[in-house]
């Protein structure tokens, strides 16, 4: 038996109570009930309004308290200040969800705040779950639900739209029906006081009915949440998003809208790249992708093909491919063969493929046929200009026709309008992506190619550096206590290298000499030539204001330096607090690149990290790529690769290549740093100099602050880490040692042979069904889980360095996030051996710890060892009154 998810009253009711209704035109409550009954709603509809008997032709009652049925929503359209008491009259009545469309909360200033705290208050204690306020409300086609005052209605459809505005909302219905565009489900959050993005996405997630998820977002307040309901929808359908408030202006704007928290604009980008989600600028794109991405749409590469009657139109579009990042192909030897031979000897002999003027329909399908074929192709942007010889109709049957059974992308450009109007209207019967310009078109390409990369990231789930020497976690953490009891937010140069030397990060050692005389002493015991830098908390950048010499090389120079030092910072800012001068060895790489490795703290996000060129002109060249940590080799190389400095890391100017493992474990390094050290708020090492021998952290920076201490180690973190800590290990009594970790992508394949090895009887027991194989997908599923939804614990042995599997156990969080789903399956050769109770005990205790309140189980009613196994642990059974094969388990976990 299916559970139906908990807000289905709210997008599935089956009794509606609109609460202010009215046959007042152009009032709120003559719009809802209007809109409700020619939806068609399939459900019991009531009208709600002390002042009517009977609204049109609907009996009136009174209060919500006086409807002679349960209802599962109402809709509140009334003013903000009569909103409280209208939730708490809902909560007598025994109301499941609550839709308040009233502006006048919390964007109104303090006392809409006062009025918004008390109606979440009420919603909260009679346990009613409230979508806004200031929300536009919800559609459900399928059911005849449009609780909502939008004029246009929504087709039946497989999209699932969620959206912050109203307004927005009502203008992607208005666009969506004149163009047969459907959706499963419409949810406007408002404010999101009390349901967020993340519930709404969780139930988009279980909802057969959508296929694909289009999300409008202003500001977001449980990111961790959200980021895990974002990647969870990513993972099994196309999710694309805008994003408004990229830039300050427009962020201010929106808080007052809102009142949602926003953040940097390039770690929210980084978090969608994460989570597998297209992000879309403005709604031509959202338009253009309803068409295209979401029918028969599945992106293979970013690689693009260009085939083209003109040379000029051929060029912008190559243009605008170079500006946003897209690559053009470059095609293999037997393209070109391919098209030599079907082409005139004048075409362009390269990428854009201008097969000329005169082009016509077999012309085109030739020269499309043979790079569609091509191995370097990923997609394809087919271009027409009207000319004296042109077919427009006639070329768009002939990629229509080939586009048919086409593995790759096809986008299409007919410019103009009179001329080339029927072979649109053709590539929209046909669901063929068309655009009057070319740019637009490249754009749309992008989109489709940054989901194939996204959702290779997407499936990245870094595990610990296990394998590497382990940080000292206390010692750092006690530098930064220390630092902190004294007031100080920022650590000095000494302290911050102690932090990245506590993780294994090379460093440049530093010493501070509080004289002249002091430096001479240190700079002799460093060795010469050395660097001489102000150290001060009250200086952010000490080269902005004379305070960093270098290649000093004699100890007169460093007396002399020391003055010089001092007299110059005292200059340009006469207040700063100065500790001393830092002396350091100076670092000589030949060949060295100057990088910089960063964090920053979100207000949303939590910390992200970033990379690029390093140097004085860091913030000059803004080459800084951000990713969200945690991450792993993959992430760290994606990362690289999106900067301009990437190009000089290989060989260069007669420089060999750096040392990328180096690199890379800096990277690495700097995840960890952050997960585990949630006091960091901003670091910056620069420079970072790296060449083909390795790596060090010449300068470093770093800020703290107190954090209030939760049950979650991560809770500072917007993608939960590798849970590291929960690796234990059990000692059989005959001594057998068998270690008990949470699991990690990269057993895939001790998962497969672990599958392979069970018997026909386990794997039916376990799958319900007797396969040799996991299918790739389950593979994936089964391994690249989201540790703050479900866990999964695999229990090995370690025989002549070879791991090998003999168990595993998992729980999956429910949607009401207070219930979780277990399964437990133990190899054959080590049943009856205490493991199933073993691995159990870890994973209760681990739903426990996590504040989750039962543990439920589904078992087939034949398999009695297992009904006995889980009674032994205290699941309480029952029958499942629609399947009389399978038995019903719940484990209380907490008291």
């Not at 399956?825 to 199933?836: E, F, K, M, Y």
Request: aromatic share 6%.
């Amino acid at each position: 038996m299916k559970e139906k998810h908990y807000l289905s009253p709210l997008i599935e009711p089956r009794s509606v109570g609109i609460i202010g209704a009215s046959e007042r035109e152009a009032s709120l409550g003559n719009v809802l009930l209007r809109n409700m009954l020619d939806a068609g709603y399939k459900g019991r509809l009531f009208a709600i309004n002390p002042k009517h008997d009977q609204v049109h032709g609907i009996t009136c009652y009174k209060s919500v308290e006086e409807v002679p049925h349960r209802l599962d929503l109402v809709v509140i359209a009334v003013r903000a200040e009569k909103a409280p008491a209208i939730v708490e009259s809902c909560g007598r009545a025994g109301v499941k969800a609550a839709i308040l469309l009233s502006a006048g909360f919390s964007e109104a200033g303090p006392r809409g705040a006062l009025l918004e705290r008390q109606v979440i208050d009420a919603a909260h204690r009679h346990k009613i779950r409230l979508l806004g306020p200031n929300c536009l409300g919800v559609m459900r086609p399928q059911l005849g639900v449009n609780a909502t005052f939008a004029h246009a209605t929504a087709l039946k459809g497989s999209i699932g739209l969620i959206s912050q505005s109203g307004a927005l909302c009502a203008a992607i219905l208005d666009w969506a029906k004149p163009n047969n565009v459907g959706f499963s489900a419409v949810v406007s959050l408002g404010s999101s006081s009390d349901i967020d993005f993340g519930e709404v996405l969780e139930y988009m997630i279980s909802d057969p009915r959508t296929e694909s998820i289009f999300l409008y977002v202003e500001g977001i307040r449980d990111a961790r949440r959200f980021m895990s309901a974002l990647r969870g929808a990513a993972r099994v359908k196309p999710v694309l998003l805008i994003k408004a408030g990229r830039h300050p202006e427009a962020s201010r704007a929106i808080l007052s809208h809102t009142s949602a928290p926003m953040g940097d604009d390039a770690i929210f980008d980084a978090a969608l790249r994460r989570a597998g989600v297209i992000r879309l600028y403005n709604m031509g794109q959202l338009f253009a992708a309803a068409n295209a991405l979401f029918s028969h749409f599945r992106p293979r590469g970013n690689r693009l093909a260009i085939i083209t009657n003109g040379g000029g139109p051929g060029v912008m579009a190559a243009d605008r491919a170079s500006d946003i990042g897209i690559p053009l192909s470059e095609f293999s030897e037997g393209t070109m063969e391919k098209l030599n031979a079907a082409l005139p000897a004048g075409w362009s002999r390269g990428n854009p493929v201008d097969i000329l003027g005169d082009a016509d329909p077999e012309r085109y399908s030739k020269a499309l046929k043979a790079v569609l074929e091509g191995p370097n192709v990923d997609g394809v942007l087919v271009m027409l200009t009207p000319q004296a010889m042109s077919n427009p109709t006639g070329v768009a049957e002939a990629v229509i026709e080939l586009e048919k059974t086409a593995d790759k992308p096809v986008v299409t450009c007919w410019m103009g309008e009179e001329l080339v109007g029927e072979a649109r209207r053709k590539f929209s019967v046909a669901g063929i992506p068309h655009f009057r310009t070319p740019e637009p078109a490249v754009e749309l390409f992008s989109h489709i190619s940054a989901y194939y990369q996204n959702q290779k990231l997407l499936m990245q789930t870094p595990s610990s550096l296990s394998h590497l020497p382990a940080p000292s976690i206390e010692s750092a953490r006690l530098v930064i206590e220390m630092a902190l009891s004294e007031r100080r937010k920022k650590l000095n140069e000494m302290e911050s290298k102690a932090l990245l030397a506590a993780f294994r990060i090379p460093i440049a050692q530093t010493v501070v000499a509080r004289s002249a005389a002091e430096a001479m002493v240190l700079a002799a015991e460093i060795g010469l030539p050395i660097v001489m830098k102000i150290d001060s908390p009250s200086i952010a950048h000490k080269s902005d204001v004379g305070g960093v010499r270098l290649n000093i090389r004699s100890l007169a120079a460093v007396r002399s330096t020391y003055q010089e030092i001092l007299d110059e910072v005292k200059r340009v800012q006469p207040d700063a607090s100065i500790n001393g001068i830092a002396i350091e060895p100076m670092i000589q790489k030949r060949n060295g690149r100057e990088l910089v490795v960063g964090v920053k703290r979100d207000p949303v996000f939590g910390p992200a990290i970033t990379f690029g060129e390093g140097g004085n002109l860091v913030e000059a060249n803004r080459d800084i790529a951000v990713a969200l940590p945690p991450l792993n080799s993959f992430l760290v190389r994606d990362m690289i690769r999106s900067t301009r400095i990437a190009s000089r890391l290989g060989e260069f100017r007669n420089m060999p290549a750096v040392d990328m493992n180096a690199l890379e474990l800096i990277l690495l390094r700097v995840s960890e740093m952050v997960c585990e050290l949630p006091w960091i708020t901003e670091m910056e090492i620069n420079p970072l100099i790296v060449d083909e021998h390795g790596a060090v952290a010449v300068d470093a920076s770093i800020m703290v602050d107190n954090v209030s201490p939760t049950a979650d180690r991560y809770d500072h973190m917007a993608i939960h880490p590798y849970p590291s800590h929960l690796i234990s290990t059990w000692i059989v009594p005959d001594g057998t040692v068998v270690t008990i970790r949470p699991i990690k992508p990269e057993d895939a394949e001790l998962e497969i042979d672990f599958v392979r090895r069970l018997s026909a009887e386990t794997k039916y027991y376990r799958f319900m069904n007797t396969m040799r194989e996991l299918p790739p997908a389950m593979v994936a599923r089964l391994t690249q889980i989201d540790y703050d939804r479900e866990m999964a614990f695999v229990a090995t042995l370690n025989a002549d360095g070879v791991e090998q599997e003999i168990g595993v156990c998992r729980y999956a969080v429910n949607p009401d996030g207070e219930s979780c789903e277990f399964a437990v399956v133990v190899a054959d050769d080590w049943q009856h051996r205490g493991l199933a109770r073993k691995l159990m005990g870890v994973l209760i205790e681990t739903a426990r710890s996590r504040g989750i309140g039962y543990m439920n189980g589904v078992f087939l009613a034949n398999n009695e060892r297992m009904l006995k196994f889980v009674q032994r642990l205290g699941f309480v059974l029952s029958n499942d009154p629609e399947d009389s094969s399978v038995k019903l388990g719940v484990l209380p976990l907490q008291d």
